[in-house]
């Protein structure tokens, strides 16, 4: 009986799951207000977990050049920094902020550090991650190389599982809420763009 209860339970919060978008979050921007992303409907969103120390952090210029581009057309960067990753993204959300924008001179909205990973995760990465899984790591690119060297170095199978790899992974937002595709922090930003493009036509 036990054992019917837990797999209705599971099958409950799978549907639960399902029938979510990302406008049923609330997150904390970097004042540590509450948001709803309720408010972005409408907007193509492209969602990054990101670090200040990382060496993919110069992918902050060409998210700031794909903002500044496209935001009049109805896109929305939302940028999430997470400390998970090599702890390389130290410090408070007041220095990180002074940091992108000192170096970066970011505009998007950046929210409140968060956890992508493990039991202290915030809700919306568990319905990302429940949207779409890992996606493999660009072999051609060196630092791809590298991570999926160390990666299964540590578990052989490691890319069987949805969870954010390293910093600056993407997720691509449909204009009604849906999560269209992931990108790893590999991946080029010119096919960013052109799926982002893509979103925007419709």
Not at 93 to 102: R, V
Not at 188 to 196: G, P, R, V
Request: proline share 4%.
């Amino acid at each position: 009986m036990k054992k019917l209860i837990f797999c209705l339970m599971t099958v409950m919060g799978v549907l639960t799951m399902s029938a979510q978008n990302v406008y049923d979050f609330t997150v904390k921007d970097n004042l540590g207000e509450e948001v709803s992303l309720s408010q972005y409907k409408g907007k193509v969103l492209l969602i990054v977990n990101t670090a200040t120390r990382c060496g993919f952090t110069p992918q902050y210029t060409e998210l700031e050049a794909l903002y500044e581009k496209y935001a009049k057309e109805g896109f929305e960067i939302l940028d999430f920094p997470c400390n998970q990753f090599g702890e390389q993204a130290p410090g408070t959300i007041e220095e990180i902020h002074q940091f992108c924008s000192a170096n970066f001179n970011i505009q998007f909205p950046q929210f409140g550090k968060i956890e992508v990973n493990g039991p202290g995760e915030h809700p919306l990465y568990t319905y990302l991650k429940s949207q779409k899984g890992f996606g493999g790591f660009d072999l051609n690119e060196r630092l791809g190389k590298l991570l999926d060297e160390m990666f299964r170095k540590e578990d052989p199978d490691y890319d069987k599982s949805s969870d954010i790899k390293w910093n600056f992974t993407k997720f691509l937002v449909s204009r009604d809420g849906s999560v269209v595709k992931r990108f790893e922090p590999t991946d080029k930003m010119s096919d960013i763009e052109a799926d982002i493009q893509k979103e925007l036509k419709k």
